[in-house]
């Protein structure tokens, strides 16, 4: 597959570490993300167009009804899409390219019958997912707990993946992940940065 794009479906419970490890795999080189679109707010430090297309709500809708998303989900009350146009254009390019989803995006994005690798990122046990995420303090009770009982459903989705890479420290997670890429598309992982 040298030379060929690749797609690299990332998905893991909230909490778990995933966009830890995407960064991690960009500074290494190993891949690319893209800017998705939310109708969440930004985040204090967030840039729009470089973290996040922000839309409204209306907006997200008509680029629904465009066939602009590739898929496009519901999180925890907010819409969330990755635009088709770029994943096509990147591959074209050759490019490997990080989609950070939950398991409903990422079962979205299989039923397109694009060619696809798909990696869970599972915690090293529960309790060490519930510590990451009361860690956060992002959270209030409520939300914690929607969010703990979304994970338990993600985590038995597990199976549906190519590969499960626990993230007992993000930087061999993202090592491991580096040498399937590397292995999928016929080349040497990269360096350590």
Do not use: C
Request: glycine share 8%; aromatic share 6%.
């Amino acid at each position: 597959m040298r030379g060929e794009g690749l797609l690299v479906v990332i998905s893991g419970p909230s909490g778990v570490g995933k966009s830890t490890i995407a960064d991690l795999l960009v500074a290494r080189g190993a891949a690319m993300r893209l800017t998705t679109a939310t109708t969440r707010p930004a985040k204090p430090g967030e840039i729009p167009g470089r973290d996040y297309h922000f839309l409204t709500e209306e907006e997200f809708r008509r680029r629904i009804d465009s066939r602009y998303f590739l898929e496009y989900a519901r999180v925890f009350d907010f819409l969330y899409g990755t635009p088709l146009d770029d994943v096509r254009l990147h591959l074209a390019r050759g490019r490997t390219i990080l989609l950070l989803l939950d398991v409903q995006g990422a079962r979205l994005v299989r039923q397109t019958g694009l060619p696809a690798m798909y990696v869970f990122i599972a915690p090293p046990d529960a309790a060490a997912l519930r510590e990451r995420l009361r860690g956060r303090a992002r959270e209030n009770p409520e939300e914690l707990a929607g969010r703990l009982g979304e994970a338990e459903r993600e985590l038995a989705a597990r199976h549906e993946y190519d590969h499960v890479v626990v993230n007992d420290v993000s930087e061999r997670a993202a090592a491991a992940i580096a040498a399937l890429i590397a292995a999928r598309r016929g080349a040497d992982p990269p360096d350590t940065p």
